[in-house]
């Protein structure tokens, strides 16, 4: 699997495809660990390697769902996975990941958003019918090359995706129903723990 992992990076290198970052892989294997998911729901599959890494460190009988937008991506994640040992436990869905979010209609006790930062809030509001109580939801790159942190404006073609990556934060950092830690490791981790439904936060 390590081997695998490696041959991954080096592709993603080689190909330019953004993957979780060292800092950022080390704080989502950990809360993985911890947490053992058995039902996991992944927005952006890339080439498979943060699946591959969340299947690793979950519970035996994971099911992850992963959802990404472009088909090339998509052949190349499941040849990649393919040759795991858990081909059987990533299924991957190809299209646009608001549209497909409205089909889905299990329970996940972990979700993983790593897609059109722009659209986290959106992300957001759709899973949050389908997480289990107690569930995570766990959002990459929140801080945006540090752009999100910084008193300084952001480069004009990035103006929105920040604005919105700090409307992701304020909205998950305040809601009654969650406890958000934000870890400035690698791009910026948001972990937010679901605390149960009408819960007032104190």
């Known amino acids: 699997m390590d081997q695998l992992l490696k041959k991954m990076e080096t592709y993603a290198q080689e190909y330019r495809v953004p993957i ?13 660990a911890d947490k053992k998911p058995h039902n996991v729901l992944e927005i952006g599959t890339a080439i498979g390697y943060s699946a591959l890494l969340i299947a690793k460190n979950s519970a035996e009988d994971v099911q992850i769902t992963t959802l ?25 869905m190809i299209g646009d990941a608001a549209q ?13 958003i790593d897609a059109a930062k722009g659209q ?22 929140v801080l945006f090359r540090g752009y999100v942190q910084s008193e300084e ?14 409307e992701y934060i304020e909205t998950v950092t305040n809601h009654s129903e969650f406890t958000t830690t934000i870890y400035e490791n690698g791009d910026g981790l948001a972990v937010s723990y679901h605390r149960g439904k009408n819960v007032e936060k104190t």
């Open 68 to 92: 990404e937008l472009s088909e090339e991506r998509a052949n190349v994640a499941r040849n990649f996975i393919d040759d795991s040992a858990y081909a059987n436990n990533v299924q991957i």
């Open 100 to 112: 497909l979010l409205d089909k889905l209609v299990d329970v996940y006790d972990l979700v993983f």
């Open 153 to 166: 404006k952001p480069p004009r073609r990035y103006k929105t995706i920040v604005a919105r990556l700090r």
């Open 20 to 32: 979780i970052n060292e800092n950022g892989k080390a704080v989502l294997t950990k809360i993985i």
């Open 120 to 141: 986290y809030l959106n992300y957001f509001h759709k899973v949050l019918p389908m997480l289990a109580d107690g569930g995570v939801i766990i959002a990459d790159n």
